[in-house]
């Protein structure tokens, strides 16, 4: 028990002392922690200051290393000016570029300094040779691209209008582009006055690349108008001598120029479209560098001062050939309108479509500080009064024209009626023209309606039978003029265009029936101009109903007013040439005979009937020699027309003569003797007749 207590209180005595060694310890480890802290304390700052110390040695060694370079290179000068005055060659415009920017460098290093001033000129004027070179060479693939022969312009895949052929055949092709691309980027980052105005070669540089840039619009610009200009004088010859070996007859000629009409707008579409395009590649292909200091929309769209100066000097030639087609144009119009309205109107519409874009052109070269804005002079916009003042005059003209051809011409001419006999049953020349004339106009029908709209409705007779009122209003028509019959639509609004445009179609078909009647009973024999009078009427009518684009522009009452003088002039047909030879067998006296029964007067009935056999068969022979010379309906397109007569002059003479010669034989025998042809033999010559 003793031996246990002694090792219990000398356990406590070492877990004393051990206490206080654990107290000494952690004192001594507190002194440590302060110490450290105000050591790292102090050396934190030089540490900071060290690692700046690095990084500036750091920077001064590759300093010493640029400069050891940039020595080199020096030494190496003559080696680069040899490479620069060979000029870049083929597959090295690579070298060539980092010589210049060595070349570039040596001036940054040496230009403060102004003992080396006369190895710095030396160097300019070797950044100089260099960029006349590359000039030079930029300008080499240009002329190239710009002086082949005018391309193919036809569309050269499906669905490809003559606009996209004419951009794809003219404007530079994509080896051209890829070659030009890295050169003016090179140039672009070359010293100008405007970005390095201390650089000893500044000024000379821009000036060699102003040239550069206007030498590359006019090259362009006299290739896009070389190449258009074939083109456009194909267009103008189109419009005068037409698209056939042989000239258009008149009544063809006058529709047929609207497509011409259509080939100048698309001449001048495409015109626009290569001028867009070429734009496009100015800016992208330009040596200088686009400005793009102004925030002004208009500066941003031409690229500022020098883009817009260069972009006027590539529309001059352009802009001069565009006058020139449409002055040629437009003489040709002044000289025959009759012939080249729709010439004029398929134009106009064409420029009144495509002026938006024309004006957006033109704006390209209008920029602050430019001296080259073309915006107060423009052709096309100068064009457009002087097309609407010949569309305004084609429509009076027309009705003039129409109104003229019933006129007796001079004895040599053939009388009136185009120059055709007097027994001459053929369907005249303003008929047909008149047919394609209103045919036509739904193609046009836009710059149609807005002409008509100013010329005022109902002016186009230039005063004749109606009160010309204000630009746009309608002219009250007096009793002796045309009635509209039942048009509606009297007041304006949305339709007014529309509206208008069918009172002059039916004022032009209601002249061409006047002018139709006054022929026939004028300048032709009363039978002739019967059958005359019916074929013209018929043919005008049926064309009229049965054109899907004529029946566009027609209205219900014009097809009526035609509908009821092809009645008339049927009717007119059967009195001229069939009542004298059915008066023949009828039982009414003969004209200034003096009466009596059927078959009575002093030869008794076989007397009378025979003198009517006779008569019946005499006028029938002239009848049918009378058909002989004029046809009936024989136009194309007449068949139903014609067939509908045949059965009619058979019901009408065949029926009859049989009941004659029934009435003839029950009073009298023997006057089948008198009979020459029978009816059915008098049927198939009838039918012979109209076959």
Known sequence: MDDETAEIELLQQNLHKTRQLSKKMTTILDSFDTRIAKLE????????????????????????????DVATNQEDL??????ILRGPQPGQLQLYKEAMERLNANIAFKGSDPSEGGEVGKIADLITTGTKRLAQMYTKIVAESSSSPPPSLQPTSPGAS????????ITLDPQAISSLTPIARFLRTLPVPGTHPNHPAAGEIGRILGETLKGYAEMRGGYVAKCMDAMGKKVVIDASEGRDSARRSTDSERGGRKREGREFGEWVEGLVGVVEEEHRLLLLLSPLAPSSSSTSNSASASGGPVIAAAFASFLQPILRLFGSVLSSLVSLMKRRLEVYGFLALAAYESLLSLQPLWEQVISYTSSPGSSS?????????????????????????????IKLA??????GAG?????????????????????????????????????????????????????????????????SSSAYGGMDGEEEGPDEGREVLEHYIHDVISTALASLTTISKTSRRPAFGAIFLLNNIAYLRIHLISSPTASLVVSKSTLDLLQ???????AGYYDANFTPLMQAISDAPPPGGQGGSTFGGLGGAKGGAKDKFIRFYDVFDEVVERHRIGKVLSEEGLENERHVVEEEVVSLVVPSLRRFIGKAGAKSKGVQKYVKKTPEEIESEIRTLFG
């Open 41 to 68: 304390k102090s050396i934190l700052p030089l540490y900071t200051a060290s690692q700046i110390l690095n990084r500036r040695r750091a920077n001064i060694d590759r300093t010493l290393e640029k400069i050891d």
């Open 78 to 83: 003559s080696a680069e000016e040899s490479l």
């Open 162 to 169: 003559a606009a996209e052929a004419l951009v794809l055949g």
């Open 373 to 401: 804005d073309l915006t107060a002079k423009n052709e096309f916009k100068d064009g457009l009064p002087v097309l609407r003042s010949l569309c305004l005059r084609s429509f009076p003209e027309f009705l003039a024209d």
């Open 406 to 411: 019933a006129l007796p011409k001079t004895p």
């Open 415 to 479: 009388g009136a009626g185009g120059g055709q006999s007097e027994t001459s049953t053929r369907v005249v020349g303003f008929v047909g023209e008149t047919v394609t004339y209103i045919s036509k106009i739904p193609d046009v029908q836009g710059a149609v309606s807005a002409a008509l709209l100013a010329l005022g409705d109902g002016n186009w007779k230039m005063g004749e039978g109606v009160q010309v009122g204000a630009v746009g209003k309608r002219a009250q028509p007096t009793p």
């Open 564 to 570: 009821s003088n092809f009645r008339m002039a049927k």
